[in-house]
């Protein structure tokens, strides 16, 4: 029997609508919306549609939005002052910093001048400290996305092998120690393109999250029959199409449970933002 889909773009749906009810409230309660602002230096084509996207999103949820764009000459000491000036902004309870930035920008400097409270990537060090640590603020959106839509479609997680496959803090870091907090309790390996025997311990995997960035990587010999396959990576191809990390063709066929690119991980991304800025904004509130 084929693996069932996970349908992202679907629960994604559900997920922004229950996001869009929240704001309103937060609205009639306080007299504000939740407010995230994107900052997008230079005019990288890929990074113009996700933030459009995200712009979408938060209109359609009720939330403020605010897009400053930048020249791709941006030095740095300007885009510190816009950083700063959004931290003091008491409207902007998220700030983005749409990635990736020109190379002549200091990433790591640029992300760490988020205050931590507006920090709804959860790339910040404080963020990602407090993940570490066990006291899970701001989650990475990308990993929050996966886990809430194995939650949502009743995927079993605690006690299962969890193989995630890649190790960047985007994904691949954020994605295991998001697992193996209290009340999810999986088993959980990393591993990456340099992990010896890797398709023998991707096929022990109950759940394998593909986070690579290479198209087509996990092919049908590397995932065990009824397996949970994430797919988080996105690329195209030559031709123009998207596609993700994983053989899907060859795999749904063997597969418990399967995620499409498009249409899979990627909408959820943008919701856990929506949840990131709502969260931000209640947190900002009982700070005050």
Known sequence: ????????????????????????????????????????VGDNPASQV??????????????????????????????????????????????????PLPKHLDTELILDAVTPLKDVDGFGPENLGLLTSGRPRLLPCTPHGVLIMLQRNNIPISGKHVVVLGRSTIVGKPMGLILLQNGIDATVTICHSKTANLKEITRQADILVAAIGRPHFVTP??????AVVIDVGINRLDDGKLVGDVDYDGILPNAGFITPVPGGVGPMTITMLLHNTLLAAKLQSKSK
């Open 1 to 40: 029997m084929a693996a069932k889909i996970i349908d992202g773009k679907a629960l994604s749906v559900v997920i922004q609508s229950e996001l869009a009810t929240d704001a309103a409230l937060m609205l009639k309660e306080t007299g504000s919306r939740p407010g995230l602002a994107a900052v997008l």
């Open 50 to 99: 996700y933030v459009r996207n995200k712009q979408k999103a938060c209109e359609k949820a009720g939330f403020a939005s605010w897009l400053h764009k930048l020249d791709a000459n941006t030095s740095q000491g300007d885009l510190l002052k816009l950083i700063a000036s959004l931290n003091n902004d008491p409207k902007v309870h998220g700030i983005l910093v749409q990635l």
């Open 221 to 226: 010999d590397m995932v065990k029959p009824g």
